[in-house]
């Protein structure tokens, strides 16, 4: 399995350039040191340089929430893998709920914006997981296995550069959580599919857990043999709370 857990923070729509810049402020000091976990936070796009010059001489790591599949061209409100990587980028998240259903994402659009990232040299994190509808009629599985194989359509070769983030649509902002047990049978069954997709690098996708992770439960949640690590929302937004994630997640990897 990949060594390092990875500890990421999904801001969403939150935080100004300066906002951002106080943020680091407050956390860097509180993970000085920690070098044991990958440590990544993707503010929204204005706020990615501010970010990246923040952490500039940190082991902290800048990503991206979303970008379009083309490199440039007339696609007003969209920015492309080539201008993430410019401004000092390493990651790009892709296929979150929230581009699935605020924004009607589909599998085919989400495995175009993949291939891109992948070829920019972006790495990339794939979020995957299912609705209370889907997950109450017995579709979880069905449902995961799609959006991962659909999603990973041609870049299996790629499986080293690509992270899964099994993000239960009814967990996320609920403040409800999968239990862990729950999250490790999915994320088991996620690692079985790459496990067919290729199997010589399947062991080395992180594939971590989404949806309502804060300091009270990341270790539970963390001490899972399948997860790799947490993409974390709302509780990434406060310097102690991702701190005291991150530390978790350090005490954990010994």
Same mark, same amino acid.
């Given at each position: 399995?990949? *060594?390092?857990? +990875?500890?990421a923070?999904n801001? =969403?729509?939150?935080?100004?350039p ?7 402020k407050?956390?860097?000091p ?6 044991n ?5 993707c503010?929204?796009f ?5 970010a990246v010059?923040?952490?500039n001489?940190s082991y902290?790591?800048?990503?991206a929430q979303?970008c379009?599949?083309? =490199? ?16 000092g980028?390493?990651y ?5 709920? *929230?581009?699935r ?7 085919e ?7 891109s990232a ?20 017995g579709?979880?599985?069905?449902v995961?296995e799609?959006?991962l194989?659909?999603g ?5 070769d790629?499986?080293?550069r690509?992270?899964i983030?099994y993000e239960?649509v ?16 999915v ?6 599919k +790459?496990g067919?997709?290729?199997?010589k690098?399947?062991d080395?996708?992180?594939?971590l ?7 009270s ?7 899972q ?5 947490v993409?974390v929302?709302?509780a990434? +937004?406060?310097?102690?709370s991702?701190?005291?994630?991150v530390?978790?997640?350090?005490? +954990?990897?010994?």
């Open positions: 399995m990949a *060594e390092k857990l +990875l500890i923070g801001w =969403k729509m939150h935080k100004t300066a906002q951002t810049e106080e943020f680091f407050e956390f860097l509180l993970i000085e040191g920690i070098n976990v990958e440590i990544l936070i503010p929204p204005v706020s990615i340089p501010s010059e923040a952490t001489n902290v790591k800048i990503g979303n379009y599949f083309e =490199k440039e061209g007339s696609f007003t409100g969209e920015v492309s893998p080539v201008m993430l990587k410019e401004v980028c390493k790009v998240i892709i296929g979150h709920s *929230e581009r259903h605020l924004f009607g994402e589909s599998d659009l989400i495995n175009k914006k993949v291939i992948l070829e920019e040299g972006l790495k990339v994190i794939l979020c995957v997981g299912e609705t209370l509808q889907e997950r109450e009629s579709l979880t599985f069905t995961v799609t959006q194989k659909l990973l359509s041609g870049v299996e790629n499986l080293d690509i992270e983030a239960p009814w967990a996320i902002g609920t403040g409800v959580p999968a239990q862990p047990e729950e999250a490790q049978e994320h088991r069954f996620i690692y079985q +790459l067919e997709l290729n199997p690098k399947a080395q996708v992180r594939v857990y989404g949806g309502s992770v804060k300091p439960n990341a270790e539970a949640i963390l001490s043999p399948h997860i790799k690590g993409l929302g709302g990434s +937004l406060k310097p102690d991702f701190a005291q994630i530390r978790i997640g350090s005490q +954990l990897s010994g």
